[in-house]
């Protein structure tokens, strides 16, 4: 397999990663649409824990790391390292030694579509990572890969300077050139969100707010007593 590292791609604007970090992952993908989600069987190692960054994207040959070391040269401040490999693998291409060089560099965290291991050293340091798996087994630097070039996870694709937006949710892709749009209907939506959760607050139910009576009865949903039901009779 060979490959290519492609340096310097186009990233989004660091104000509005920056604005999209005040979001969580629901959040920015409701505003745009319900879409971006990665699979929920990537996983966060830690809790608690948000970030928001621009993708340097690496693909890798299965159990094979080469390319993560690669990588790591074209990582700068801001940035999240987001790993694949050509087919499915669980091995633990990623650990505390990756972090420590990535930390030094100003990544904010990985997203892994593999295996991690280290983990509790992980979290101890403050690196965020999100993984497919959690496995101690080993890898070689064998294979030749490429780096910041589209690649694929769970059907959505991650370009190198996109935002990656994680939480204990899971992970969202934003395009790089609709971050702006997504962090302002992010906002909207928050605000709609506050005031919802005040009147929940107040008391009012969702069956009233979102007029979902109508929507019931519309859909042949019926109220009967427990002494009716019990008793045999239908409406």
């Not at 990663?17 to 319900?34: F, H, I, N, P």
Request: hydrophobic residues 40%.
């Amino acid at each position: 397999m060979s490959g290519v590292v492609v340096t310097n791609p186009p990233k989004a604007d660091a104000e509005d990663v920056e604005a999209l970090a005040a979001y969580g992952v629901a959040t920015v993908s409701e505003a745009m649409g319900r879409t971006g989600l990665l699979g929920p069987g990537i996983r966060p190692v830690q809790q608690g824990v948000r970030l928001a960054g621009t993708a340097v994207t690496v693909l890798s040959w299965p159990g094979d790391n080469l390319m993560i070391h690669a990588a790591v040269e074209q990582c700068g401040e801001g940035d999240v390292l987001v790993v694949t490999t050509t087919s499915p693998s669980t091995d633990g291409l990623f650990g505390e030694l990756f972090a420590t060089a990535l930390q030094r560099r100003g990544v904010r965290g990985i997203v892994i579509n593999t295996g991690i291991r280290d983990t509790q050293e992980l979290r101890e340091m403050g690196f965020a990572a999100w993984s497919r798996a959690v496995s101690a087994q080993g890898t070689v630097k064998a294979t030749g890969g490429s780096v910041n070039v589209p690649i694929a996870v769970d059907g959505q694709v991650i370009r190198p300077g996109d935002v990656i937006v994680a939480d204990d949710d899971g992970v969202v892709v934003v395009p790089r050139e609709r971050a702006r749009q997504v962090a302002e209907a992010s906002e909207a939506r928050e605000q709609k969100e506050a005031a919802t959760r005040a009147a929940f607050v107040e008391g009012q139910l969702g069956l009233d707010r979102y007029g979902l009576r109508e929507k019931l009865k519309e859909l042949g949903v019926t109220y009967q007593s427990y002494d009716a039901y019990t008793a045999g009779e239908r409406p």
